[in-house]
């Protein structure tokens, strides 16, 4: 598999064109807006990446302060959501966000937690607590925490064929007590050959392989759903 950190912090540009044709039926921001209804909300975001969760909220927010700990991918964010002046960005750790107490009616993060159980693996468990710990600090009572992770990419069903997240899902609906569910964010590309060569740069040969062997120009991706109030 590719290094993450690296990709994040020298293939912004490349990860950015990859994450534009996630998703295509649009099911994420239905999702979020039922999760965190209204059209006036202070949110805050941790692993923003190049802001594609931050631009589906832009227009209901009325305060989005998103914060990523590389700065390739701020850099990439910014450039998209210059003309938003209620859009702040920074550089910050999901732990250490610069975000006053209670200061938000949405928190969240995007495909970042997940992270923790390949990074940290003796101790993604802590990481999971201080980082869920954080977006409650900065949370408003009444308020909505999300966290938004893989349930597999390449599977028409979460988890089908075993994935490293299921035991963050497990962790995060028990001990963390989150309630959840799925939906579909399904890739959409122009030819099989694109689709594989895209998917190839983030997820690796087997799935660049995968995808030729399917014939899949529409790549289907499962999305896990976790929330829970302040």
Do not use: K, Q
Not at 61 to 67: C, D, G, H, N, T
Not at 130 to 140: K, P, Q
Not at 154 to 168: N, Q, T
Not at 200 to 223: D, K, N
């Amino acid at each position: 598999m590719p290094d993450y950190r690296d990709v994040y912090a020298r293939h912004a540009n490349r990860y950015d064109a990859l994450v534009a044709h996630e998703d295509h039926e649009a099911n994420l921001p239905r999702a979020l807006a039922e999760l965190a209804p209204g059209d006036a909300l202070d949110v805050v975001e941790t692993g923003a990446g190049t802001g594609r969760v931050t631009r589906l909220l832009c227009s209901r927010a009325r305060s989005l302060r998103a914060f990523d700990a590389a700065p390739a991918m701020i850099e990439v964010a910014a450039a998209t959501l210059r003309d938003h002046a209620h859009v702040s960005l920074g550089v910050a750790t999901h732990d250490a966000l610069p975000v006053g107490d209670a200061s938000a009616d949405l928190a969240l993060e995007g495909w970042a937690f997940g992270h923790a159980l390949s990074w940290n693996p003796p101790a993604w468990r802590d990481d999971l607590r201080r980082y869920v710990a954080e977006l409650a600090r900065v949370t408003r009572p009444g308020g909505t925490l999300v966290l938004i992770e893989t349930m597999g990419t390449g599977v028409e069903a979460p988890f089908a064929g075993g994935h490293s997240l299921e035991a963050f899902h497990t962790f995060v609906t028990g001990e963390l007590g989150f309630a959840h569910r799925s939906i579909r964010t399904d890739y959409a590309f122009a030819s099989v050959d694109d689709a594989a060569e895209t998917l190839g740069f983030f997820f690796g040969p087997r799935m660049s392989a995968r995808v030729r062997e399917r014939g899949w120009s529409v790549v289907p991706e499962c999305t896990g759903l976790y929330w829970r109030g302040r």
